[in-house]
C-alpha cells in the first residue's frame, strides 16, 4: 500500500515549513470571508465548511469539459485533454466528500456540536455564491481558475499541517471507524489529518501544473503515478 512508505509526520512538517504561495488578491479576500465568518482558529466545523466548498471548482470543471468533450468530439487532442480534466476533477471531488465525511465522524465520536455557521441558510449561501463564480471563473479563463484552486489548495495543506499542531492528543487517538478506515488505514486521528494534509498537496500539485506552472510543485517519496496527469 502507498501510504506505507509515505511518512506522514515528515510530510505535514515539510508542508508547515514551506512559505506559502504568494496569494492574489481575490484568494486573500476569499481567505479573510471565511476568517470572518468562521473566526481565525482552526477547527473541525470550518474544516467542514472548507471541505463543503473545495469539491465545487472541480465538479464545474467536471462538467464544463464533458460539455466541451461533447462539442469537440473530433478534435482527439482536445478530448484528451478534456478527459484528463474531467477524470481529475472526478477524483479530487470524491476525495474532498470523502474528507468532509472524515471530519463530520470526528465531530461525532468527540461529541462536537457544529458551530453556527454550520446550520442553514449559511452553506447553502455561501455553495450557492461560490458555484456561479466558479462556473465563471472557469468560463473566463480555465487556467485562472486552476490557479485560484492552486491558491485554494496550497491554503488548505497549510491549515491542516497546523491544525495538526494544535492538536498533538490527536496521536494517542486510535481510529477504529470503520468509515474512516477505507479512507486512511492509520492507526491515529493525527495520521488522518496528515493524509487529509497531503491529499490538500496532491491538490495543489496537479492544479499547479495544469495551469502552466510546475515549478511550484512539492514532491515528495510515495506520490502517486496519478499526479504524473499533468507533469
Ligand atoms: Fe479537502
Ligand atoms: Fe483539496
Redesign the pocket.
Known amino acids: 500500500m502507498i501510504d506505507e512508505i509515505i511518512d506522514l509526520k515528515k510530510e505535514q512538517i515539510a508542508s508547515a515549513n514551506r512559505p506559502r504561495y504568494k496569494y492574489s488578491i481575490a484568494a486573500r479576500i476569499l481567505f479573510l470571508a471565511m476568517d470572518i465568518v468562521t473566526g481565525r482558529k482552526s477547527t473541525l466545523s470550518k474544516a467542514k465548511l472548507l ?1 463543503t466548498l ?1 469539491c465545487i471548482p472541480y465538479r464545474e470543471w467536471e462538467i464544463r469539459q464533458y460539455i466541451r468533450m461533447t462539442r469537440r468530439y473530433r478534435n482527439q487532442e482536445f478530448v484528451n485533454w478534456a478527459d484528463a480534466i474531467l477524470k481529475w476533477g472526478r477524483a ?1 471531488q470524491d ?2 466528500y470523502m ?1 468532509l465525511l472524515v471530519m463530520n465522524e470526528k465531530m461525532k465520536e468527540d461529541g462536537i456540536k457544529d458551530a453556527w455557521y454550520l446550520f442553514p441558510f449559511i452553506p447553502y449561501f455561501m455553495v450557492l455564491s461560490y458555484i456561479p463564480l466558479s462556473r465563471m471563473l472557469a468560463l473566463f479563463s480555465i487556467r485562472r481558475a486552476f490557479l485560484f ?1 492552486a491558491e ?2 496550497d491554503h ?2 497549510h491549515v491542516y499541517a497546523q491544525f495538526v499542531s494544535e492538536n498533538p492528543e490527536w496521536d494517542e487517538q486510535p481510529v477504529k471507524n470503520e468509515l474512516v478506515k477505507t479512507y486512511a488505514d492509520v492507526d491515529t486521528w493525527g495520521d488522518v489529518f496528515r493524509r487529509v494534509g497531503l ?2 498537496r ?3 500539485n496537479n492544479c499547479f501544473a495544469a495551469c502552466g506552472k510546475p515549478e511550484y510543485i512539492f514532491k515528495y517519496e510515495g506520490m502517486p503515478s496519478s499526479n504524473d496527469l499533468f507533469y
Open positions: 471541505e473545495a479530487a476525495n474532498e474528507h484552486m485554494f489548495e488548505a495543506e491529499d490538500e496532491d491538490h495543489r
